[in-house]
């Protein structure tokens, strides 16, 4: 877990895991979301990624795919903005207003952690309000100019990295049910109402319980990679 003296979201957010805390954003060190989306800045962090990938398969990184660093890059960030998000309209039915206003990153071994200065909340009473307050802040503000960047800069699909937002978003309620078992099925209606905006639209299918992704995060092309559990792959014949 990572160490957060100074979280921005209440206490009440971040003691459900490193994830969901979010760093108030003071002293040096902190960036501008529009410098993380500079070409430079992001081929940076996307070859950090693919060595770090390298390192744990026992690899040359020239084996790793870019577009599968991009995407492991891309979704690690998604984690890290959708879980504060998710478990503060669990545990508190309120919203942070996560923008590129709002948001700061810095590096964090080969990936990137964020914090937030001068940080809005919007009060939701219920899951669709809470998606469509994360979808016009977080999703609209934030996540989609650095899908639109990464898709430019190394053609990874968006399809890929919206896919990659909704497996984080699931993937944060099953993280927090781990600290608060209570907090699960707010967390679920959530995941369920972030289905149904524009951009995640068509991403998941749910049945019975159950979350699986409609898209690949691509991982299984890493050397000695392998398929997430909630891979569109699991049943295929084959990968493609």
Do not use: K
């Amino acid at each position: 877990m990572d160490d957060h003296t100074d979280p921005a979201v209440p206490e009440r957010v971040a003691r459900l895991g490193g994830y969901f805390a979010l760093d108030t954003a003071t002293g040096p060190g902190w960036r501008t979301l529009a410098e993380l989306l500079d070409t430079a800045t992001l081929a940076d962090r996307v070859g950090a990624t693919r060595v770090a990938i390298a390192d744990f398969s026992g690899c040359a990184p020239t084996a790793v795919p870019v577009r599968v660093a991009a995407s492991s890059l891309q979704m690690a960030i998604a984690a890290r903005l959708m879980s504060p998000a998710l478990g503060s309209f669990a545990a508190l039915r309120a919203v942070p207003m996560l923008t590129a206003r709002s948001l700061r990153w810095r590096t964090a071994g080969h990936s990137v952690t964020f914090g937030a200065t001068g940080l809005e909340w919007c009060d939701t009473g219920d899951a669709p309000a809470a998606a469509h307050a994360i979808d016009t802040a977080l999703l609209d503000d934030a996540l989609a100019p650095l899908i639109d960047r990464l898709h430019a800069d190394v053609a990874l699909s968006p399809q890929v990295m919206w896919g990659n937002v909704a497996s984080s978003a699931n993937g944060a309620v099953t993280v927090l049910g781990m600290t608060d078992p209570s907090l699960v099925s707010a967390g679920r209606q959530l995941v369920t109402a972030l289905a149904g905006t524009s951009r995640l639209r068509g991403t998941t299918e749910t049945a019975d319980g159950t979350f699986r992704r409609r898209s690949c995060c691509l991982f299984y092309q890493a050397p000695h990679g392998g398929l997430c559990g909630d891979c569109v792959l699991h049943g295929a014949d084959a990968p493609r």
